[in-house]
């Protein structure tokens, strides 16, 4: 079995998944997938002495990563995650990239797993094509390298490594995992935005709909705290979007 839920924010949202681990038919989940703001490797391993060590050993958050880490470990299942904008990017950059299941994946423990941007992955027979990352809007009052990091967009090589994996599979796969939608859907529920939505991966989604004509049975994302199954812009006429935050469910087959 797979589960899906959107953003925890490190401990922030996480009550959702210790509710999760509390059901009867736990032992029967595999996978739970996070559609990105992760956050279990935010603070970093600042220097002692430095502004940003004693803000975190102020607020008693030296440790936090490790102690976020060490929940997700306990759980019973394998947590699987794509990036979104609030991760430590520096430190999902810094860990080896090594294979999983298909794709380009970093491991944060066994049963911890970042799936890499751009990646197609094979999981239980289903075919799974993961492209985290968003734009923050709340960048202005966050601390470049400390609180906020330019790699929480794609570059110009992971979206031609999305086209160049996706082409293999012609454009063809069950379920897209995104961190944030692709713009046709903002425009058209701009109340989940909170100050600007068109940006270069947002359209690149828009793209991979209309251009390149993706093929799938379900797109996943999170970004927005809301939670709906969406038919705009959905020719299918089918509610195949699924924005998820606080519900934590199996997969939608």
């Given at each position: 079995m797979i589960y899906i839920t959107g953003d925890v924010h490190g401990?922030?949202?996480i009550e959702k998944v210790n509710i999760l681990a509390k059901v009867p038919i736990v032992e029967k989940i595999?996978?739970?997938?996070?559609?990105?703001d992760f956050g279990a490797c935010f603070y970093g391993h600042p220097k002692p002495g430095t502004n940003w060590y004693h803000s975190l050993e102020r607020n008693g958050l030296l440790d936090e990563d490790k102690r976020i880490l060490n929940i997700w470990k306990s759980f019973p299942w394998t947590t699987l995650f794509i990036d979104g904008n609030h991760e430590n990017h520096d430190i999902l950059d810094s860990l080896p990239i090594e294979e999983w299941n298909g794709g380009k994946v970093h491991f944060l423990a066994d049963n911890v797993i970042h799936l890499m941007r751009g990646q197609v992955f094979n999981i239980e027979g289903?075919?799974?094509?993961?492209?985290?990352?968003?734009?923050?809007t709340d960048k202005w009052c966050r601390i470049p390298g400390l609180s906020w990091w330019a790699r929480e967009m794609p570059s110009k090589k992971e979206y031609e490594e999305a086209i160049d994996n996706l082409k293999k599979y012609d454009f063809k796969v069950d379920y897209v995992l995104t961190h944030c939608a692709p713009e046709g859907w903002i425009a058209r529920n701009s109340y989940y935005v909170y100050d600007r939505s068109d940006n270069e991966l947002t359209h690149f989604f828009f793209h991979l709909l209309n251009d390149w004509k993706?093929?799938?049975?379900?797109?996943?994302?999170?970004?927005y705290h809301g939670d709906e199954d969406i038919q705009e812009f959905d020719r299918s006429g089918e509610s195949r979007f699924h924005l998820r935050y606080r519900l934590v469910q199996e997969l939608k087959e």
């Amino acid at each position: 079995m797979i589960y899906i839920t959107g953003d925890v924010h490190g401990l922030m949202d996480i009550e959702k998944v210790n509710i999760l681990a509390k059901v009867p038919i736990v032992e029967k989940i595999n996978y739970l997938i996070v559609l990105g703001d992760f956050g279990a490797c935010f603070y970093g391993h600042p220097k002692p002495g430095t502004n940003w060590y004693h803000s975190l050993e102020r607020n008693g958050l030296l440790d936090e990563d490790k102690r976020i880490l060490n929940i997700w470990k306990s759980f019973p299942w394998t947590t699987l995650f794509i990036d979104g904008n609030h991760e430590n990017h520096d430190i999902l950059d810094s860990l080896p990239i090594e294979e999983w299941n298909g794709g380009k994946v970093h491991f944060l423990a066994d049963n911890v797993i970042h799936l890499m941007r751009g990646q197609v992955f094979n999981i239980e027979g289903k075919t799974f094509f993961t492209m985290g990352g968003a734009e923050s809007t709340d960048k202005w009052c966050r601390i470049p390298g400390l609180s906020w990091w330019a790699r929480e967009m794609p570059s110009k090589k992971e979206y031609e490594e999305a086209i160049d994996n996706l082409k293999k599979y012609d454009f063809k796969v069950d379920y897209v995992l995104t961190h944030c939608a692709p713009e046709g859907w903002i425009a058209r529920n701009s109340y989940y935005v909170y100050d600007r939505s068109d940006n270069e991966l947002t359209h690149f989604f828009f793209h991979l709909l209309n251009d390149w004509k993706i093929e799938f049975k379900h797109w996943y994302f999170g970004h927005y705290h809301g939670d709906e199954d969406i038919q705009e812009f959905d020719r299918s006429g089918e509610s195949r979007f699924h924005l998820r935050y606080r519900l934590v469910q199996e997969l939608k087959e």
